[in-house]
């Protein structure tokens, strides 16, 4: 079946700018996470939603950087005024019902932040 | 502080030679422990995980691995590696009390092959 889908799969942007990034997830799973992968800070989880509730923003690296999930299925993750440092690889993954059960990872949107 | 280690940032081992990779972690508690191959451009992969019961696992691509509480350990074992083998390998974890639903991953260990 399909699997986690991400877009764009790369995203240029200039400093200063807003940036949306997109994850669906594999159909009927209810956990979905966010993860930036990055060469200085290696994996790093950002924010984690249960349906469309989101218990877990720990996370977020400031008030830049926000995240909505609707229908229970396709999450958006939004950078606003963009930095240098915000350049990373977006990881998205999803789960059957979060806890300790499998995430399966989407192939990650590369954000680079000229 | 609550932490996994993975001690080696970057191994090379000849094909068809044997392979171990390190994972220590430090929690109150044994959490849920995980091992993820990430290929060069790609997403992360499942190879292996341990919940509880038997500590040693098998995974996918012939990989498998032990996990011995009194040495907080969970390193993973190959008996002979193959070129495609070459990868990115993190090891996780998951605490095991619900409200804490995230991965923490190691910093990852570089694998390269060599003929």
């Known amino acids: 079946g399909a699997g986690v889908s991400q877009s764009p799969s790369n995203k240029v942007t200039e400093k200063g700018k807003d940036v949306e990034l997109r994850c669906d997830p594999i159909s009927g799973h209810t956990a979905l996470y966010w993860y930036r992968q990055s060469l200085g800070q290696g994996l790093e989880f950002l924010i984690y939603?249960?349906?469309?509730?989101?218990?877990?923003k720990s996370g977020l690296p400031s008030d830049r950087f926000s995240a909505e999930r609707t229908g229970g299925s396709v999450s958006t993750l939004t950078i606003q005024r963009t930095q240098q440092e915000d350049s990373a690889v977006y990881l998205c993954a999803s789960s059957f019902w979060g806890g300790a059960s499998e995430q399966y990872f989407g192939p990650g949107t590369r954000l680079t932040v000229t | 502080a609550q932490s996994v280690t993975q001690p080696d940032i970057h191994i090379t081992v000849s094909e068809g030679a044997s392979l171990e990779l390190r994972c220590n972690y430090s929690?109150?508690?044994?959490?849920?422990l995980f091992w993820y191959v990430q290929s060069p451009g790609q997403g992360l992969q499942l190879l292996l995980k341990?919940?509880?019961?038997?500590?040693l696992v098998q995974g996918i691509k012939g990989f498998e691995a032990e996990f011995k509480r009194s040495q907080s350990s969970f390193n993973l074992r190959k008996p002979s590696v193959h070129w495609s083998d070459a990868a990115e390998y993190f090891c996780a974890v998951v605490l095991t009390n619900f409200g804490n639903e995230k991965l923490t991953f190691g910093t990852g260990t570089r694998l390269t092959i060599i003929p």
């Open positions: 929690y109150g508690a044994t959490p849920y």
């Open positions: 939603f249960q349906g469309n509730s989101a218990p877990d």
């Open positions: 341990y919940f509880s019961g038997d500590t």
